[in-house]
């Protein structure tokens, strides 16, 4: 039988800090009862706890990693495996009744693996009242259990959750190693750099955005808005057009504010040094700089403000429309 593919969290790219700790603790069979897993969003955590318990439930391990064969991987890798579950947001956060119903399951025994494995996703956004029922958890925790929780770097953690687990931190990729996962995606290698460098080092983001419009219309703005035109301003149809267009995205539009704060960003950064230590968003749409626009910090400086600005207008339900046109207009 044909060994079956296995991501198991020894085989991600990427995250040699949140590996190496990992490694330590399989190695040392020394597991803790609850891992915190904290980073940007869309990095692997939950890939990562994941492979975590497919490693600790493997019944024929290669040393610690998962093989990928047995009958524990083979159900890992088929997403039914009876001793992982996984506690998603409903709504806008982990609710109590969810933990309650976790408490619950957790007295008893895992079904049929060594230890059960729980992730619960997000819980920076549990309410006060879930978190306490948690609490009671993480301070007496059931034998055989192991919880994964993961948290946003950038978002506040009640530090009474934090305080019960093991840290566990992960950071944004290289672009190299997300030009890597997305091309696994079936991202088309050119497409795929442009998107890793995007997304900022998030494959989950850069994933995300490829199956919206959203970068499609960031290429269409970028190059009305950089390349020089016989007339000093592009056409005022064309600048109305692309507004409408922002508009539309709806729920997306703030992602697009984001991609066309990553362009100006590699512009200042190209203005005050010779060159980047990797490419920049003109070379990866490979825009000629012959005709490229020359802009100065201080407008440059302004175009991001003038982003800033749409984006606090659009927090305050401005009109989507109106806002994109004056926007556009800044950044001419």
Not at 135 to 162: G, M
Not at 204 to 219: F, I, M, P
Request: charged fraction near 25%; proline fraction near 5%; include cysteine.
């Amino acid at each position: 039988m044909a060994e079956r593919p296995l991501l198991c969290f020894t085989q991600l790219l990427g995250q040699g800090k949140a590996k190496r700790m990992l490694k330590r603790s399989l190695a040392a069979d020394r597991i803790p009862h609850a891992y915190i897993f904290k980073g940007p969003e869309g990095v692997g955590r939950k890939l990562f706890g994941r492979g975590l318990a497919a490693a600790i439930n493997c019944r024929n391990p290669r040393g610690i990693a998962a093989c990928g064969a047995c009958s524990s991987c083979i159900k890992f890798h088929s997403g039914n495996h009876p001793d992982f579950l996984v506690i998603s947001p409903d709504g806008g956060g982990i609710r109590i009744n969810q933990v309650r119903k976790l408490s619950r399951d957790l007295t008893y025994p895992p079904y049929e693996s060594a230890m059960r494995v729980v992730i619960l996703e997000d819980v920076h956004t549990m309410r006060q009242e879930a978190a306490n029922s948690l609490l009671k958890t993480l301070e007496e925790p059931p034998e055989n259990n192991l919880l994964i929780l993961t948290a946003e770097s950038s978002q506040e953690t009640l530090a009474t959750l934090t305080s019960r687990c093991q840290v566990v931190p992960f950071s944004r990729l290289d672009d190299d190693d997300t030009t890597k996962i997305l091309e696994n995606h079936g991202v088309e290698p050119g497409n795929a750099r442009l998107l890793a460098h995007l997304s900022g080092g998030s494959p989950g983001r850069a994933l995300s955005l490829k199956d919206t419009e959203t970068v499609e219309l960031w290429k269409d703005i970028v190059a009305v808005l950089s390349v020089q035109s016989i007339d000093s301003d592009p056409d005022l149809c064309v600048v109305l057009q692309l507004a409408e267009k922002m508009a539309d995205l709806k729920d997306h539009l703030d992602h697009l504010l984001g991609l066309l704060k990553v362009w100006l960003r590699d512009l200042l950064v190209a203005h005050h040094g010779p060159s980047l230590p990797g490419e920049t968003t003109l070379q990866l749409l490979k825009v000629a700089s012959p005709d490229l626009k020359s802009w100065s910090s201080e407008q440059l400086f302004a175009k991001v403000q003038a982003i800033d600005f749409a984006e606090r207008a659009l927090a305050r339900n401005c009109n989507r429309l109106l806002v994109c046109e004056v926007l556009l207009f800044k950044l001419q």
